[in-house]
Structure formats: C-alpha cells, structure tokens
C-alpha cells in the first residue's frame, strides 16, 4: 500500500486555515486521500511522501509541454525581470496576440486575462453587449468556469429518458436564481433540439456556448456535422458562437477544435496550454465584434497580460508552433490506447475510447457516450475502482471519469511501458475484487 501519511498530517494542518484542506475544491479527494505535491517534472510528481507518480491530468490540461519545462521557465524569469505589472501596455502583448492570430485564424483580435473563467466572461459579456440579446445557450455536462452565469448543470438521477428535458439547477449555493430565466440547455450532437430553442427564443438569445470537444463530462466529441450545423444555424438567428477551448486550444491541434472541425467561432477562449501552466487566459475572435471591447464594452484587469505569464506564453506557443510537440503527444495517446485495448480485448472487456487521444476517456462500454446524458447513463464503476489501484500503482488519473487523460509532450516511451504494466495490473486488480 502507498503511504499517504505526511499528505494526511498536512491535510488536518491544512484544514486548520483552507476550507476542505485545499485551495480549490477539486483538489479534496477524502480526508485520508488528498495528496499534497513536493515536486513536478517532466510527465512526473512526488508527493509529501515521496511517492511518484505518471501524471494523466497535468493540472486539468495546463502542462502541455510536461512540469517545469525549462525552457518555459527560462522565459518567465526573464519576464521576471521586466517587472511584473505595470497597468500600462508591453511589446510583448502584440507579440503573443500575432502568434495566437496567425495559429488561430478566428483569432482576429486578441485580448488577455488570468484564467479561463475569467475569459469565458468575458466572452459572454462581449457576446451580449454586441447582440444587445442577455439570454445564451449551453450545452449540457458542459464547463465554463466559476462565474455565477456558467455555474448552472442538469443533474440527470432524477430524469427519465422521453419525459421531458432535465432540470436546470445552480451547481453552488449563492448563485442567483433569476439567472435561470436567461438560460437554454441543449444535449450535444442533437442539431433539431438546438433549432427547437432557436425557433422559439432566437429573438432574446446573443450567444451560444460550447466545447467542441467536452472536457468536463469526460471527454466526449461532437460529431462534425453537428458542429457545422450549430455555425449554420447561429448565423441564421444571429447568435453569437462562443468556442471555449480552455482545455482544447493549444493541445488537439495548433489551431485548436477549431481547426480539428474546419469551424471559425465567432469568439473563442483559451486558457490551460497556453502558457504551460503559468495564469494566462485568452478571449479572440472576429474583428467586429471585438472592436466592441473598449467601445462600449468593458474589459481590462489589474494582472491582464502580466509580464511573466506573457513570457511563458511566448515561449510556449513557438514551441508548440514549431515543433511536432502536438503530433507527439496525440501518437502518444494512440500508443496508449491500443496497449489498453489489447489488455481488455485478452480479457474479453467491452471498452471504447472518447475525445481525441491527447485528452481522451475511456469507457468500459462497447461505445462512447454522445452526450451528457449517454456519459451519465453509463456505468462507470469498473472505472473508479480501477483508477483507485491506478493511484496505488503511482499512475494519477481522474479518481472518476468526469476527466480525460491529459497527455503531455514529456510523456515517453518510458511512461507508456510503465503505464501499460501497471494497468494490466490494476484492471486484474479490479477484476479479482
Ligand atoms: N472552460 C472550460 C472548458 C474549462 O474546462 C474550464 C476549467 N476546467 C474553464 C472554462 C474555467 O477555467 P479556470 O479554471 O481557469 O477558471
């Protein structure tokens, strides 16, 4: 058994002056199950009490190039040194919005922030202020941050399939309630559903958000039809399409879902990859409309566009730029998923992949849900177990499903034998139990 001993003491000191032991509630796993981290690098960890670990959720996504990149780190401490925040503008701001133009092509007009919610918020705000329309559509299962307006979710134990659509509640006390009437929820990969809504409350509604790639139910993608059907169809009722490639951008492809899908949002997010870690965040998109920013539309931040996260990103997008860092690691994710399917095919274990291989899911049915209500539909008990002897084995991956394996460009060969070893073992594991 590994111990957890040291994480477990820092947890009750913890506890003493962080609700839940952590900083973000996320991070609490169990009173004797969270793990407190001494030490990152590469594809790698150690925890308080030195176990190592393979990490496949690199922060949620953010360590596209692998922990402690060098140098990723060389070029922070460099912008180290142009003194942090100065609220007034950088050369480097130019640099690093030409970069994500040119790899982004929706990306006319760039502007930065700290971390994804804050984009998505703004992208939101931007969105209405453009249309003049306050009502917006989401997806369901999707993820858009911590804001009051993006903090809505469809329970589904309570729904039953051919009565009705689920019930939209706040996924946190203090959420006002009177936001509710302002949003529409739609399953994905369901175009007449979303047209449904259109019909009836186009005239009030600004802007349509989603993740191409869901992120936050798993990994689960939109079919390409799908997608190019709600681009048709926000261009019929003039609504505003929100791209939110927090975790997709910078990491499935140079261009992000985007170029995956051959789609232009009319405003798209970044965040996670774009600065290996280092609080970026990113709200792009058409000319028109961001030419409202500043002209009507209020945007900025004390800490917008610091010097060292600029720097890191710099940095990270050439390398992403110019290197097959992205190529790699998707091979990566390939590598790793026909290892997995001969391990579970020699066992006669029904399984599929979701996603796209650099944050994909896995399944232990014979196919990937596709959408929310299917993800919720499926049993994921093998899953959860399994992972709880992944951990033991010193492979870190979502305790449940709800995340995709995150692959980095530092995961190697050396990675993918060590983790094809110890999942043969902890499915065995599983299997015994
Ligand atoms: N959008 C998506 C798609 C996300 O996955 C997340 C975070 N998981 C966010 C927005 C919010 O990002 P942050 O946690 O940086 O505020």
């Known amino acids: 058994m590994r111990s957890l001993t040291k994480s477990n003491a820092q947890f009750k000191k913890a506890l003493k002056k962080l609700p839940l032991g952590v900083a973000s509630n996320f991070r609490y796993w169990g009173d004797d199950k969270t793990i407190y981290v001494k030490q990152g690098k590469g594809a790698r960890f150690s925890d308080l009490d030195d176990n190592q670990y393979i990490d496949y959720r690199m922060g949620y996504g953010p360590g596209i190039l692998g922990y402690a990149d060098d140098r990723v780190d060389a070029a922070a401490i460099e912008g180290m040194k142009v003194g942090g925040v100065f609220a007034l503008a950088t050369e480097l701001e130019y640099t690093v919005a030409n970069r994500i133009s040119q790899m982004v092509p929706a990306a006319e007009l760039v502007r930065f922030s700290n971390s994804g919610t804050e984009a998505v918020m703004a992208a939101l705000r931007i969105a209405r202020g453009y249309t003049g329309k306050d009502s917006y559509i989401i997806i369901e299962g999707g993820y858009h941050g911590l804001f009051d307006a993006a903090l809505w979710y469809t329970p589904m134990e309570d729904w039953v399939e051919g009565q009705g659509d689920p019930e939209l509640v706040p996924y946190s006390d203090g959420v006002p309630q009177m936001l509710k009437k302002l949003i529409h929820t739609v399953p994905l990969n369901d175009a007449n559903k979303l047209e449904d809504v259109l019909k009836k409350h186009g005239s009030d509604i600004g802007a349509l958000l989603i993740e191409p790639i869901m992120g936050n139910c798993c990994s689960i993608a939109a079919n390409a039809e799908y997608i190019h059907q709600v ?78 996260s600029l720097a890191a990103a710099n940095k990270t997008l050439e390398i992403l730029d110019e290197t097959s860092a992205l190529e790699d690691i998707a091979n990566f994710g390939l590598d790793m998923q026909k290892g997995i399917s001969e391990i579970l095919d020699s066992r006669n274990i029904a399984h599929s992949f979701s996603g796209h291989p650099s944050m994909g899911g896995l399944f232990f049915n014979e196919h990937p849900p596709v959408n929310y209500r299917s993800w919720k539909k499926s049993d994921y008990s093998f899953y959860d177990t399994m992972a709880q002897h992944l951990h033991e084995l010193g492979i870190l991956c979502e305790p449940d499903s709800r995340e995709p394996w995150f692959i980095s460009a530092a995961h190697d060969k050396s990675c993918l034998v060590e983790t094809l070893n110890k999942f043969e073992k902890a499915v065995d594991q599983t299997c015994e139990q």
């Not at 399409?241 to 140079?254: C, H, L, P």
């Not at 990859?273 to 409309?289: K, T």
């Not at 920013?293 to 566009?305: D, F, K, L, P």
């Open 231 to 308: 681009r048709e169809l926000c261009d019929h009722y003039g609504v505003v399409m929100i791209i939110d490639e927090v975790k997709t951008g910078f990491r499935v492809a140079k261009g992000g879902v985007q170029e995956l899908y051959g789609v232009k949002a009319d405003l798209c997010t970044f965040a996670k990859a774009v600065a290996n870690g280092y609080p970026i965040s990113i709200v792009a998109g058409r000319e028109e409309i961001m030419r409202k920013v500043g002209n009507g539309i209020a945007h900025g931040g004390t800490y917008t566009a610091h010097s060292v």
